[in-house]
């Protein structure tokens, strides 16, 4: 009977890629979708059978809210780098390599063809609904075709470091190469070509009173176009934005992000959205509304991903607003999404909660916080500020289970911190 070992730099990295699992909801965020597309092929690269593409590590940091030069990105290169080498030097491995390359090279072609069908069955299509859902289509099929693509990149570079090793000549590159992919979006979105970049219309502003989006692609407009919404209107109470004027900015962002997707500008559309992070909070109910309306429900979903990596104190300020609004399902869901976050910020964001009277999203974002972190981060988080967070650290706990809150206390024992508990 013959017993295959992993190699030692495989089953390093795959100690590390189970690691980082266990910080990660299984049903939420990236790794939710390659849990239910792909479970075993998941389970085998845990298993150390196989090599997780570089694409789907680094979306598996982004759930983890772990930035991409960060310390953790950066061993996660190095333990990537080593299992991939030792992985592809096993007998047959370069044979492996380039079936798996043909397969995602008939993948990316697959994708493209897709791409182009559906924008067309949406630049025909009838109605809100149907564009709606040709529009979420879409966006999955660019993410597809800039994966494969990533993915057959990377196979050829290790096709090429495994001949350069054997000293036979670099297997020929395929697609176009790889192009550079946006960070800090929940989609993978394309990054247009030269051709298509010359030949995009004007990008609308979003009228939220926040700056300008940055790039080349903003950068100009076709002539007559404006590119500048006019500032908001406000009103006499401090220079919130009004209602009504909340109500016009959030119908002119959904038909300018209608627009967009209609010509297949779906990156334009997806910073033209983000840009209302960086105007007032308060007028995001308003956006929410507009988009529930038009039946864009998903970019609400992913604007919410992307406040969850705002300043604490603009995290904070986002969470009020949708309490106040009654949008207390979109406020608790911020708040379990921004759990990942360190310790030091989380403890800002509280304090701004609270300092601002909601106290029930900060009791919202520590339950969250204690529900899916170890016992050990709640205690570095309580050290943040004992007085205020042991007591409201181990209420929420409590909220959990009795379990929770005995292996908090433990933690908070150890971390010396048991003084602020009362015990």
């Known amino acids: ?44 690269c845990f298993d150390g059978a196989e090599i997780l593409p570089w694409d789907v590590v680094e979306a598996l940091l982004q759930d983890a809210g772990e930035p991409a030069g960060g310390p953790l990105a950066t061993r996660a290169g190095a333990l990537y780098a080593a299992a991939a080498t030792a992985h592809d030097r096993r007998p047959g491995g370069a044979a492996a390599l380039a079936e798996r390359r043909d397969l995602m090279e008939q993948e990316r072609r697959y994708a493209e063809s897709r791409a182009r069908e559906l ?14 859902g040709l529009e979420n289509d879409l966006a999955w099929v660019r993410d597809d075709h800039t994966r494969a693509t990533a993915r057959v990149t990377e196979l050829t570079a290790r096709l090429d470091r495994l001949g350069a090793a054997a000293g ?39 009228p939220t009173g926040g700056a300008a989006p940055r790039g080349a ?6 002539p007559g176009v404006a590119t500048r919404a006019p500032a908001p209107a406000s009103d006499a109470a401090g220079g919130a934005s009004a209602p009504a004027e909340a109500g016009r900015a959030a119908a002119n962002a959904v038909y300018a992000l209608q627009r967009l997707r209609a010509r297949g500008r779906s990156g334009e559309a997806h910073a033209l959205l983000c840009e209302a992070l960086t105007g007032p909070p308060d007028r995001l109910p308003a956006l ?18 992307e406040a969850a990596s705002l300043p604490p104190g603009r995290l904070a300020a986002v969470a009020g607003v949708l309490a106040d609004a009654g949008r207390a399902a979109d406020c608790d869901q911020l708040l379990r999404q921004g759990v990942a976050r360190p310790v030091e910020e989380l403890a800002g964001a509280c304090a701004a909660l609270r300092g601002d009277g909601h106290h029930r999203e900060a009791h919202a974002l520590l339950t969250a916080f204690v529900r899916v972190r170890t016992p050990e981060d709640a205690a570095r988080l309580a050290g943040e500020d004992p007085r205020g967070l042991v007591p409201q650290l181990l209420g929420a706990a409590r909220a959990v289970s009795v379990t929770r809150e005995r292996d908090l206390l433990h933690a908070l024992r150890v971390a010396g911190l048991s003084g602020a508990t009362g015990a």
Do not use: I, N
């Open 1 to 44: 009977m013959t017993v295959h070992q992993l190699p030692v730099e495989v089953a390093a990295f795959a100690q590390w890629l189970t690691e980082l699992a266990g910080r990660l909801r299984p049903d939420a965020g990236w790794y939710g979708v390659f849990a239910e597309r792909d479970p075993d092929g998941l389970r085998a």
């Open 119 to 132: 924008g067309e069955r949406l630049r025909a299509a009838a109605g809100a609904a149907e564009a709606a």
């Open 168 to 206: 036979t000549a670099p297997a020929p590159p395929p697609p176009p190469p790889a192009k550079r992919r946006p960070r800090g979006a929940r989609y993978a979105w394309l990054e247009e070509s030269a051709e298509e970049q010359t030949a995009a219309v004007a990008v609308p502003v979003l």
């Open 217 to 222: 692609r903003f950068g100009g407009g076709e």
């Open 288 to 305: 929410a509304v507009e988009l529930h309306r038009a039946g864009l429900a998903a970019d609400w979903s992913t604007l919410l991903w």
